[in-house]
């Protein structure tokens, strides 16, 4: 219970900064800190780390430039604040990783857990600095020239920011790993997976009205942590 209780009172802190910060709403703040406990309790201190990780770069990418993107009509829609919907969409994955995770006690579930959270970390920066970093950016399904903040537009600088958000959170699964290497290998390549992911359905499925963007980021991270997982049985 000690230890319940003093999990719990480091989740208010966080998202009650997290919420005076106007990073989360009402909601929001509540998911976050269910999700937090969660990861905390029964993953531990590693993918909570990855967790608020994830969380802090979201907000830094989102505030980049933010007057610009709202000129711009690209700006994240809630004036950068996010809702419970949105914690969902990208912490749920995690979440159900660390279940299965701590029930059987295999790797391959470390593996789905941080490269799902890779996956969102790389998506959220991918996006926020994508949109005002990136030239030139093409339609993925297509590769033809688009605007920035559209459905499916990827570029090299959204790449490569999603890359970076990826191995920050990547090297918070090494002290896990009996591989390291091939730990961290499985995680980026289902961040990379993810994050691509995501931007296909977006240009497809999104733009159809079929999912929006909160399922379309649980389906991405979702699936980029069965890729992380099915990368690292592989290598076993």
């Known amino acids: 219970m000690e ?7 480091v989740m ?15 909601k929001g703040t509540l998911t976050a800190l269910l999700i937090g406990v969660t990861t905390l309790h029964f993953g531990g201190v590693y993918p909570f780390l990855a967790l608020l990780t994830f969380m802090v770069a979201g907000v830094v990418a989102t505030r980049y430039r933010f007057s610009e993107k709202l000129r711009l ?12 919907r949105n914690v969902l969409g990208n912490g749920l994955p995690a979440v159900i990783f660390i279940a299965v995770e701590y029930i059987t006690r295999q790797d391959v579930f470390w593996a789905a857990t941080f490269a799902s959270i890779a996956t969102a970390s790389g ?6 600095l994508g949109k005002v970093l990136g030239k030139r950016p093409r ?12 459905n499916g537009a ?5 790449e490569l920011a999603a890359l970076l958000g990826i191995l920050a959170v990547g090297v918070f699964s090494i002290p896990l790993a009996s591989e390291p290497l091939r730990m961290l290998f499985s995680i980026v390549l289902g961040g990379i997976v993810g994050v691509n992911l995501d931007s296909l359905i977006g240009a497809t499925l ?14 991405a991270s979702f699936c980029g942590g069965c890729v ?5 049985s592989l290598l076993m």
């Open 3 to 9: 230890r319940v209780a003093a999990e719990v009172a």
């Open 12 to 26: 208010l802190i966080l998202a009650l900064g997290a919420y005076r910060g106007r990073a989360l709403d009402a």
């Open 73 to 84: 009509g690209i700006a994240q829609s809630g004036l950068g604040v996010r809702s419970w």
């Open 123 to 128: 998506d959220t920066l991918a996006s926020e």
């Open 139 to 150: 339609l993925i399904t297509t590769l033809k020239p688009v605007s920035p903040g559209e």
């Open 154 to 158: 990827v570029s090299i600088q959204g």
């Open 206 to 219: 999104e733009e159809r009205g079929i999912t929006d963007n909160n399922s379309t980021n649980f389906i």
């Open 228 to 232: 992380g997982a099915l990368t690292l």
